[in-house]
DNA sequence: CTGAAAGCGCTTACAG
DNA sequence: CTGAAAGCGCTTACAG
């Protein structure tokens, strides 16, 4: 029954409506079309191609026919109407606060992205920035809510607290945020553990003074992380002082405009350094590098991020503390799409972080070991 | 007439079908419930809000009445109802290939979704692999069909040819690829000239003797790089040599372990490198640093791409080219928007590059002048 | 197994 | 200036 491609003739519409219907053009089939090109009912069409208790609503070879039709007809539902119907439009709204702007927490979105599809949903994405306005937030979640998206993740590039406005939908989830309010599901990194990994690393490498280059800019990440850190350090019964813990700008000119601790007596020195991201990290090095300094053969260094294109290129690559972004991006859509809502206690996911291991730890400087 | 918050009562309903209709929870009011509570037929309602002939359609304290009405229901046009009567959703599907999943080209993303909201339209985005099956790449086209899109964007990571699949509708435009088989319109950046102004400021610098590090992987840049690159040479009156010209993959490693030009004659050796793109750039400092050379004192470079995090971020920041991607972004949604398909010859748009002088350029060593 | 009918929530001729 | 009616393209009781 193969009548030639698309649009060959077909019985024509008994369909008196629209004159405007020539047809020669490529007008989109409608189920109506399909239906009367197979000669039956509309009803019938759509339980047809929509296998609606297969079998049993509808004949065997009515079936076979109509899908014929159908893909002959280039039928395409029209997910606009079936929308309209069923009241449940397939459709997640994703607020990005940058995070389509900034290269570096954009796996949140493809990760969502990819687990809204394998649930037949889209993802409509809008971006307003880390400064928008309340009216602007505003006319973003208006947006989707005249879409009747069927929830919205809010996602941020940064991890951060938020108060969440009111005139955000009840099936919103926060994404690297955490609502304070309570009244919204939120889905953050485990920056404590974190900080334990990295602290790990060097303690179980033979660290035995680890300094700590600390976030400046009040990133709610920071305290978590260091408290994860010191907290090893302690558990280890390891040593702690002020003067081996600094804190800068989160950014490379930060970790390279930060005097470190060579001034110390060198059985004084730290032989460590966890640093809070990859850019201080690489920022380090480069101060390093200008002392003439080589790591990890006079300080191990560890990330956090493991930020593409820059921990795994530094030089030497960097152990880093990778954050878990794609699959919170998955979790996040999970969550707009679990129907229950989930005990006030579940309200916060937070998802754990991995350790990447490269070449910026090593042992601690033997001339050190025995000062 | 603020009679307190959300919901509050109003003339019930005269509707009689869904008894459903508990109006306790927060079900969307329609303009139904609007026309209700304000006292007027459901088409005035609407012209009211739509501000059709505002004025002569409907009187103006009727308007205002409806509007204070719907603003006290928090009344939210349904849009999917609206786009099923008008034959056309606000929506543009936004198609890439990777550039969600790498940070690279994520800023055309940002930049074509905030010209969408600019014309009251929603992106759907959807991410493909580059790998992706013909298969896989019409299932996510037929979604965006379904939802019926005004157009597609179908946009590249990496400036790309592509023979365009058949089942791509009429409206869809490549973004940062181009179709060969000029069925649809393309954006792409100016690779050639952006080559001519890495060049010009090389030479502008002082220099006779300008080395190339090329893509080995067969990037469609690549030729326009150089051909851009190589006319600036020949038109500025400058040698070439065989001998100064390298290709590498187009990453860090090969820069770093491409071998560069130091084996030569000090009085032959080029004083100038133009790399394909800023992580070749980066990994050829990084080589510098380990023969205990300098950047810009021993060797200038000038990158492809300014890419964030590491072209300002190197030691020296980098002299680079910057790639047009966000107004590319914006002119794909532009493209997809205009009704009136463009002429034959304008099928291609070519968005022009701009350098981005930082300090890895500098002048030819004094040394090697006199050579 | 099949079809006629209602209705999702809007907009827009059309008639007063 | 206002409203009743049709219809966008589907799905889904409901009745045969």
């Known amino acids: 029954m193969s009548r030639g491609p698309l649009l060959s003739g077909y019985e024509p519409h008994r369909r008196p409506r629209s004159p405007r219907r020539g047809r020669a053009t490529s007008t989109q089939a409608t189920l109506r079309d399909v239906a009367d090109a197979a000669g039956v009912s509309v009803t019938t069409a759509s ?13 065997e070879p009515t079936r ?3 899908r014929e039709v159908a893909k002959r007809l280039e039928y395409r539902p029209n997910s606009v109407a079936r929308s ?5 439009t397939q459709t997640i709204g994703f607020i990005s606060d940058e995070v389509t702007t900034t290269p570096f927490a954009v796996s949140m979105l493809a990760a969502a992205q990819a687990e809204a599809a394998r649930h037949d949903q889209l993802l409509f994405v809008l971006n307003v920035g880390v400064d928008a306005t309340p009216a602007m937030q505003r006319r973003a979640v208006d947006a989707l809510v005249e879409h009747r998206v069927s929830g919205i993740i809010y996602a941020c590039m940064h991890h951060r607290e938020i108060d969440a406005p009111d005139f955000l939908p009840q099936r919103t989830v926060f994404l690297n945020a955490r609502d304070v309010t309570g009244r919204h599901r939120s889905i953050v990194p485990d920056d404590e553990q974190g900080g334990r990994l990295a602290a790990t690393a060097l303690v179980e490498a033979g660290h035995e003074r680890i300094g700590y280059l600390d976030d400046s800019a009040g990133n709610v990440a920071a305290p978590l992380r260091r408290k994860g850190f010191q907290d090893v350090l302690r558990e280890s019964g390891l040593g702690r002082s002020a ?10 000119s930060g970790g390279r405009d930060t005097e470190l601790f060579f001034d110390l007596p060198i059985d004084q020195r730290p032989t460590g350094l966890f640093c809070f991201n990859d850019r201080m990290a690489m920022g380090a090095y480069q101060r390093l590098r200008r ?20 921990a795994a290129e530094l030089d030497p690559p960097l152990t880093t503390v990778r954050l878990p972004l794609a699959e919170m ?9 679990d ?14 972080c991995t350790l990447v291991r490269r070449a910026s730890v090593g042992a601690p400087p033997a001339v050190l070991e025995q000062g």
Chains 1, 2 share one sequence.
């Open 47 to 59: 339980v047809a191609l929509n296998d609606v208790r297969a079998g049993v609503r509808v004949s």
């Open 64 to 66: 076979r026919r109509v």
């Open 84 to 88: 309209l119907r069923t009241q449940s």
């Open 243 to 252: 003067s081996w813990e600094r804190s800068a700008t989160p950014d490379v």
């Open 291 to 310: 002392l003439g300094l080589h790591v990890p053969d006079d300080l191990s260094i560890v990330g956090f991020d493991d930020q593409e294109f820059i």
């Open 329 to 337: 991006g998955a979790r996040a859509v999970q969550q707009v799409l």
């Open 339 to 352: 129907a229950d809502p989930a005990t006030p206690d579940e309200q916060t996911v937070r998802v754990p």
